[in-house]
């Protein structure tokens, strides 16, 4: 095997699978353990117990997302005797060594609070004149870091990777002060990338809000009246000029016929299921399957899916509605295709309604409670919606539909942030881009 020749300030150096790779030349190939400053340590084998502020945090495998910052949901405590020996501090780098999170780490920082680990989660403490913290933690979500952990996986009953294996990990190391600048700018992406993800939360909640109020109270009244849903506990006060329409009066209603045909991973027409249907009111193309133009146009002969109309998924996740856009679509079973008679409503105001809290709790309280959640047709056509007319309804529409294009904005823009740190790591990370120092 010929082996090229590296550049100029380069070297090869033999590393993952005997492979060869070329890295600036003051850089090092070593094994994780040799820049630790003690052995590794597995967590505290004791139950947690329930979250209490005054008690450190007990971190599990279950409690790491995926980028590695702990959720916010559910966490748990530990008792402050069974937490002594198991206290984090600032530096430590944990990775999760069993289970479907196995590989997964996290890096303690004081702003989480006072922290303790568990059992599932092996500690690693850096010599931090040789190690960088924040270098190892992005190390750990890198290709290579993948690659390696996906060859050397002891698959069983389930996957496990334990300390001796984590220990002899090769890593590819700069200077100190070389890991130190690549792990600032990283962090500085994942600060504008929190940053975004604040904005659109906030907007989320803002417009969470703006729906209720416009749904109900519309734009400018002073006069309202008492309005039942035949929802139970569901009474509302909405303007003197609304009316109330049962759906089947506004909207034709298709059931979906059972799909029988085979669906593939690749295809012609996408299938839309209630996977794909999104609380945000548009179609999730990112994970669908797909069907033959010839099944798509037997299928067209009972439920021929239009730019403009409406879906409603009535199982599980239940109630959720979606514009159909200009693609052509099949609809899986298990989703109704509705037709807005648009000179009583508009399909996005309906869109916005039936994912309001008061559409789903409608959807929610009209179902039926078995084995799944599920609306059966004759209670769709019952579903009862406040009704302002067109020209408030274009109003309406309007001003949520300009906080969902500054939500869609943040979104595009969080996805060019997180598309070039992924670049960026594997480029800083390999030594492919120099930073100065």
């Given at each position: 095997?010929?082996?090229?020749k590296?550049k100029?300030?380069y ?27 003690k ?16 008690l ?12 590695g910052?702990?959720?916010?949901e ?19 780098v ?13 890096l ?34 890198s ?14 009953v389930?996957?496990?990777?334990n ?5 002899n990990?090769l ?9 130190q ?42 006069k ?10 569901l009474?509302?006060s ?6 109330v ?46 069907t033959?133009y ?20 009535r ?17 899986g079973?298990?989703i ?16 916005y ?35 302002p ?6 109003q ?7 906080i969902?294009s ?12 997180k ?18 120092i």
């Amino acid at each position: 095997m010929q082996i090229q020749k590296p550049k100029q300030g380069y070297k090869l150096i033999k590393f993952l699978f005997g492979n060869y790779e070329e890295i600036p030349e003051e850089w090092e190939r070593v094994k994780l353990i040799e820049r630790c400053s003690k052995k590794p340590e597995y967590g505290a084998l004791v139950s947690a117990i329930e979250k209490n502020p005054k008690l450190p945090r007990y971190i599990r495998i279950t409690d790491l997302n995926e980028d590695g910052s702990l959720r916010d949901e559910e966490w748990k405590s530990i008792s402050t005797d069974d937490a002594k020996n198991y206290l984090l501090n600032e530096g430590d780098v944990l990775f999760a060594r069993t289970g479907a999170t196995v590989g997964k780490t996290y890096l303690y920082e004081k702003k989480d609070g006072l922290c303790a680990f568990a059992g599932y989660m092996i500690r690693f403490i850096p010599k931090s004149t040789q190690l960088d913290p924040k270098f190892l933690f992005y190390y750990a979500h890198s290709a290579l870091y993948w690659r390696w952990l996906k060859s050397i996986q002891t698959w069983g009953v389930q996957p496990n990777v334990n300390a001796e294996q984590y220990s002899n990990m090769l890593i590819l190391l700069p200077l100190i002060k070389e890991q130190q600048k690549i792990a600032l700018i990283l962090s500085n992406i994942d600060s504008l990338i929190q940053q975004t993800e604040t904005e659109i939360e906030q907007t989320q909640r803002l417009k969470k809000g703006l729906m209720k109020k416009l749904l109900t109270k519309g734009v400018g009244h002073v006069k309202f009246k008492e309005t039942n849903l035949k929802v139970k506990f569901l009474k509302l006060s909405i303007p003197e000029s609304w009316k109330v329409e049962s759906l089947a009066n506004i909207s034709k209603i298709i059931d979906t016929p059972h799909y029988t045909s085979p669906l593939f991973d690749e295809g012609i027409v996408p299938v839309i299921t209630t996977a794909n249907c999104n609380i945000t009111g548009k179609i999730d193309y990112s994970k669908v399957d797909y069907t033959s133009y010839e099944e798509y146009l037997q299928r067209t002969k009972t439920i021929n899916p239009l730019e403009g109309d409406v879906l409603f998924t009535r199982e599980a996740p239940l109630g959720i509605a979606v514009l159909v856009d200009k693609r052509e679509i099949s609809v899986g079973q298990r989703i109704i295709l509705l037709k807005t008679d648009e000179t009583k409503i508009l399909n996005m105001f309906l869109v916005y309604f039936l994912n309001s809290d008061i559409g789903r709790m409608q959807s929610s309280s009209l179902s039926v409670k078995t084995t799944v959640e599920r609306v059966n047709i004759h209670e769709i056509r019952q579903f009862r919606i406040p009704l302002p007319p067109i020209i408030e309804q274009k109003q309406i529409v309007m001003i949520l539909s300009e906080i969902d294009s500054k939500i869609q904005t943040s979104q595009d823009y969080r996805h060019t942030l997180k598309t070039l740190k992924k670049g960026l790591m594997q480029k800083l990370l390999t030594g492919q881009i120099r930073v100065k120092i």
